[in-house]
C-alpha cells in the first residue's frame, strides 16, 4: 500500500523558513516524479511543485518559483520542499503527491494527509 | 499563470448524469492530452479519479468519465449517488520553458 507522510509544519513568522518532509512507502520510489499541491483554508488546489524520478526536471508555481525549492533523496524514500521569505498567503495544508510516471504528467494518483504551514506574527 | 476554469457549482438528482467543464488554453489542456480529475469530500484529501483525459484508474466506479475537446476537457458522472456528492477539481500539465501544473478552481457538486 502507497503511504506518503508529510511533517515539518507549523506556525512560522513572516520572511522566516520552513523545510516540509515527506516520507513515501509501499512503492519503488525512485520510478515516479513527484510533486507538492497547497491548499489554503476554504479554497482550492494548487500545484506548487513538482519534480522528476532523478531530480532532472524540476517545475515551480510563479508564485512560489525563487522562494521554494523541492528535492529528492531516492535512497531515503524521501521528498522534500524548502520554503523560504515565507508570506501569509503561504498559509495551507501541504500536500505530497505520486505522479503516475517516471517523468511529469502530473496525474496524481497518491496523496498524503498534508501538513499545515500557517504564516503568521 | 491563470487556473483553469470550472463551474462553480453543479446539481443533480440520484441517477441522473452531470457534466462538469475545464477550459484551459492550447498551453495546457489543449496542448496535451495530460488532463486529470480529483474528487475531494470535506476534510479528506483528493483522489484521482480520471487520468490521461479519460482513463479511470483501477477502483474508480465507470460512471466516472473524461473526455476533451480542444481547449476544454469534461468530466461526466453518470447514475449519480449521493455520495458522488462532493469538490471536483481538474488539473492539466502545462508546457513552457520549464514545465507546471495547473488546477482548476473546483466544482461543488449537489446531489439533490
Known amino acids: 500500500e502507497v503511504q506518503l507522510v508529510e511533517s515539518g509544519g507549523g506556525l512560522v513568522q513572516p520572511g522566516r523558513s520552513l523545510r516540509l518532509s515527506c516520507a513515501a512507502s509501499?512503492?519503488?520510489?525512485?520510478?515516479?516524479?513527484m510533486h507538492w499541491v497547497r491548499q489554503a483554508p476554504g479554497k482550492g488546489l494548487e500545484w506548487v511543485s513538482g519534480?522528476?524520478?532523478?531530480?532532472?526536471?524540476?517545475g515551480y508555481a510563479d508564485s512560489v518559483r525563487g522562494r521554494f525549492t523541492i528535492s529528492r533523496d531516492n535512497a531515503k524514500n524521501s521528498l522534500y520542499l524548502q520554503m523560504n521569505s515565507l508570506r501569509a498567503e503561504d498559509t495551507a495544508l501541504y500536500y505530497c503527491?505520486?505522479?503516475?510516471?517516471?517523468?511529469?504528467?502530473?496525474?496524481?494518483?497518491?496523496w498524503g494527509q498534508g501538513a499545515l504551514v500557517t504564516v503568521s506574527s | 499563470q491563470s487556473a483553469l476554469t470550472q463551474p462553480r457549482s453543479v446539481s443533480g438528482s440520484p441517477g441522473q448524469s452531470v457534466t462538469i467543464s475545464c477550459t484551459g488554453t492550447s498551453s495546457d489542456v489543449g496542448g496535451y492530452n495530460y488532463v486529470s480529475w480529483y474528487q475531494q469530500h470535506p476534510g479528506k484529501a483528493p483522489k484521482l479519479m480520471i487520468c490521461?483525459?479519460?482513463k479511470r484508474p483501477s477502483g474508480v466506479p465507470d460512471r466516472f468519465s473524461g473526455s476533451k475537446s480542444g481547449n476544454t476537457a469534461s468530466l461526466t458522472i453518470s447514475g449519480l449517488q449521493a455520495e458522488d456528492e462532493a469538490d471536483y477539481y481538474c488539473c492539466s500539465y502545462a508546457g513552457g520553458y520549464t514545465f507546471r501544473g495547473v488546477f482548476g478552481g473546483g466544482t461543488k457538486l449537489t446531489v439533490l
Open positions: 519534480i522528476s524520478w532523478s531530480g532532472g526536471s524540476i
Open positions: 490521461n483525459v479519460s
Open positions: 509501499g512503492f519503488t520510489f525512485d520510478d515516479y516524479a
Open positions: 503527491a505520486k505522479d503516475e510516471v517516471a517523468g511529469i504528467a502530473v496525474n496524481l494518483e497518491s
